[in-house]
């Protein structure tokens, strides 16, 4: 029913093909009038309600529902197919009307749309605008009492209410639904103005998908991300994109993703658009009315955020890692405003997993350095990062892994031990795999200077390995180059290139340039492997040992029981320096094994002390004649003797190896001790000239010692030489002949001494005996005390 005044011209559109109009007036007067006319259309003809071709879509504009005026259903709805329109369109409304109209499309997410239309639902109460002024689309049943359509998120009135809308003007925004259905209902009043031209919509869908194999958690829009779930799929990356469809306003949606342990998530946005709210629900004058936050947690840490992005202020990052510190990663998306048609945030997010498995301790700071410490582990094998981001420039948490330089991803492997457990470390590289290309290939003559892919494994100098042992040191600059440190550049396979440190720390650093590393992105194939091991144990002792005229190397070294339970196996490594142009006796007084297996105890003496040398000298089992070793000369020391020991326990062997600095003998010293004259009684010059050979070896061809390793109690010289004969065989078998040193013994101790000394004895021993004679009689009283009772 239609009532008011109207003075322009009104167009009223059947929806069939039959009009009934009624014309009442309370009172009729001569100021009453109306007029009107008809005329009959094909609907071919009118383009507004059926569009061109309507003879192609025969249900543009729904199928009518049997028994009722207005209520149409839509089935898969696609681009400029479905035509929701409200009865008697593009003409006035009819009143007292309660049409439904269920959408449907073959995809989420449906869109429901004005283009090129206007939307006049209960817009205007009468034509004067002065007096009736035109209302603005407003939302909200409160603003809507007359004329107004609603809007639910489904198939019937039990889904959530997206809003109540009427007024006129342009429809602002779409409406997407969070799935394939909507319900829209248009209700009018029972009596209005003949004014209102109702709606037109449009139908489509919104591409995309939310996410990747996920699974729903409690709320709204909140989502579980698994590894697990991506492995199922057979899929290496998932996908997930903002919010597209409409939420009410103080909106959270959530995206815990969730790794495998040991391993950490990348999040990317491939495409990142930040605009303004465009379609709020509740207006918000302040910043930040929406926003997306990443957090490094598997919850909202506030503390551990690693990037908000606002509507108001913030910039879109695209194609930049965000990577968390372990396996998981939490996102939220808050909405103070709400939004018909989706966020203002556009993104399309993807995330991975990458294992982050290491052989050490993670350095903190660092995007792939590790500490390798004895206390953890005495052995064991280490490769490059499994965790290839560190090859496109981030690390865990979002470090670096470019050096500050800007020149190379550096990842450095700290070996540190403590003294009290072991003094060595053992490093062995047996495989090594880099790609030569072009310029990133290192000269061979200069690797450590060169910017190819190389591998460096050196000792650092004291103050560097003081730095490494406080956790003070950062970047560790490569040393040592000419200290018999190590670069590879070259493919390796099935190698054995080996460095024992001389002290606590061994360093190891694999060095890419860069933007070259980039090209080791997502390979599974290590770039290097190697084995790693803590020697040299507080049962072996010192493992450096002087150069000294002689002395001793005894094991076990006992004294470390007191300080250190003993191992289950030993692996000791003894460096024995000689002084310079001096010749080198060894022996041993004892060598025992318990064992005759060479598995389980084996002792051996190298020259040279790289990997597979062959050793001087080696036993297992009894030993027997091995212990009679021959000199060493000069030419064949080039650096320190390396004695090794490796047993499968402590008890397995045991020995004490002595050794003696020998030097070429002077001719006069040697003819004056084959004419019978000591050591002592040589002439003072001579002696001073030629301290290091006071005594010349008999049967030696010439070795000396010095005179103070002559008549000490230790036999220094080595046993005569078969085959060799000089004169000093004939007046002196050894260092120790008792007719050699008896002189030197009666000069250096005068006979009083001797005599002091022995009364000095008798005194002592007087005097523990009255003292022993008193603590009997003492305890022969005490027995003979009667207690009464």
């Known amino acids: ?69 207005c209520e149409r259903a839509f089935v898969d709805c696609r681009l400029q197919t479905c035509y929701v329109q409200s009865p008697a369109f593009p003409g006035v409304t009819p009143r007292g009307l309660h049409c439904r109209y269920r959408l449907n499309t073959t995809l989420p997410h449906i869109k429901l749309y004005l283009e090129n239309e206007e939307f006049n639902v209960d817009g205007q109460r009468c034509e004067n605008i002065m007096t009736c002024p035109m209302r603005p689309i407003s939302s909200g049943a409160e603003h809507c009492p007359h004329d107004f359509i609603r809007i639910y998120d489904g198939r019937d009135e039990r889904a959530p209410l997206v809003g109540v809308f009427c007024g006129m003007g342009r429809f602002p925004f779409s409406i997407i639904g969070t799935g394939n259905s909507l319900l829209v209902e248009f209700v009018t009043s029972p009596a209005g103005p003949l004014l209102h031209s109702g709606f037109h919509f449009n139908v489509g869908s919104w591409p995309g998908r939310n996410q990747t194999a996920a699974s729903r958690l409690k709320g709204p829009c909140s989502w579980l991300l698994t590894q697990a779930a991506l492995r199922h799929a057979g899929i290496q990356e998932g996908v997930f994109l903002s919010v597209v469809h409409w939420y009410p306003p103080h909106t959270t949606c959530t995206y815990h993703i969730q790794g495998s342990p040991g391993h950490v998530v990348r999040l990317s946005f491939p495409s990142f658009r930040i605009n303004r709210i465009e379609s709020p629900m509740e207006p918000w004058d302040g910043d930040c009315g929406e926003s997306l936050t990443l957090y490094d947690a598997s919850w909202p840490d506030d503390t551990r955020i690693i990037r908000t992005f606002c509507d108001t202020f913030s910039r879109p990052q695209e194609k930049i890692d965000f990577v968390s510190s372990s396996e998981s990663m939490f996102v939220r998306f808050e909405s103070k405003t709400g939004s018909y048609s989706g966020s203002s945030l556009y993104y399309w997010a993807q995330y991975d997993f990458f294992n982050n498995s290491l052989s050490g301790d993670r350095v903190p700071g660092t995007a ?243 990997p597979g040398a062959e050793p001087w000298f080696s036993s297992c089992g009894d030993g027997g004649e091995q212990r009679k070793l021959p000199i060493l000369q000069t030419d064949q020391l080039e650096g320190p003797v390396t004695v090794t020991l490796t047993a499968s326990s402590p008890n397995a062997v045991a020995f004490n190896l002595r050794w003696t600095e020998l030097q070429r003998g002077s001719a006069s010293l040697g003819r004056l001790q084959a004419a019978g004259v000591s050591a002592a009684e040589s002439p003072p010059d001579l002696r001073s000239n030629n301290d290091d050979c006071a005594f010349v070896c008999p049967g030696t061809g010439g070795m000396c010692i010095p005179a103070k390793l002559v008549c000490n109690g230790v036999l220094n010289c080595p046993p005569p030489v078969p085959g060799v004969v000089d004169a000093v065989v004939e007046t002196a078998t050894s260092d120790e002949d008792p007719a050699h040193c008896a002189p030197v013994r009666v000069d250096g101790y005068p006979r009083w001494t001797l005599y002091a000394g022995a009364a000095s004895a008798a005194v002592l021993a007087l005097a523990a005996l009255a003292l022993l004679c008193k603590a009997c009689c003492c305890c022969g009283k005490q027995r003979g005390i009667e207690v009464p009772y």
């Open 1 to 69: 029913m239609f009532c008011g005044e109207t003075e322009q011209a009104q167009t009223f559109i059947s929806e069939t093909n039959f009009v009934k109009l009624q014309f009442q007036v309370d009172n009729y007067t001569e100021q009453t009038y109306w007029a009107f006319d008809s005329k009959a259309h094909l609907p071919v003809t009118v383009y507004q309600r059926y569009g061109q071709h309507p003879e192609l879509y025969p249900n543009r504009r729904g199928i009518a529902t049997p028994g009722t005026y």
């Open 368 to 610: 792939c350095d590790e500490l390798i410490p004895s206390w953890r582990a005495s052995r064991g094998t280490l490769r490059s990062p499994t965790n290839t981001l560190v090859y496109r420039g981030v690390g865990p948490g979002g470090v670096a892994s470019v050096a500050a330089s800007g020149d190379a991803v550096r990842c450095t492997y700290r070996f540190v031990t403590d003294s009290r457990l072991y003094a060595r470390v053992e490093v062995s590289v047996h495989r090594i795999k880099f790609r030569e290309a072009g310029s990133y290939s290192p000269l061979v003559n200069s690797c450590w200077d060169g910017r190819g892919d190389r591998l460096l494994l050196w000792e650092p100098p004291p103050a560097q390995a003081s730095a490494v042992l406080s956790g003070q040191a950062r970047e560790i600059p490569p040393a040592n180059r000419s200290l018999g440190g190590l670069c590879m550049h070259q493919s390796l396979e099935a190698g054995n290139i080996q460095l024992v440190s001389r002290g606590p720390v061994l360093l190891l650093q694999m060095s890419l340039p860069w933007p070259g590393a980039e090209r080791y992105f997502r390979q599974e194939a290590p770039l290097f492997e190697a084995r790693y091991r803590f020697v040299h144990g507080p049962l072996c002792g010192p493992a450096a040992l002087a150069a000294s005229a002689d002395g001793q190397l005894v094991f076990p070294h006992l004294e470390a029981l007191a300080v250190a339970p003993p191992p289950r196996a030993i692996d000791c490594r003894w460096e024995l320096n000689v002084h310079w142009k001096k010749d080198l006796y060894l022996h041993f007084e004892k060598l025992t094994f318990t064992t005759h297996s060479c598995s389980e105890a084996r002792l051996q003496i190298l020259l040279e002390d790289i």
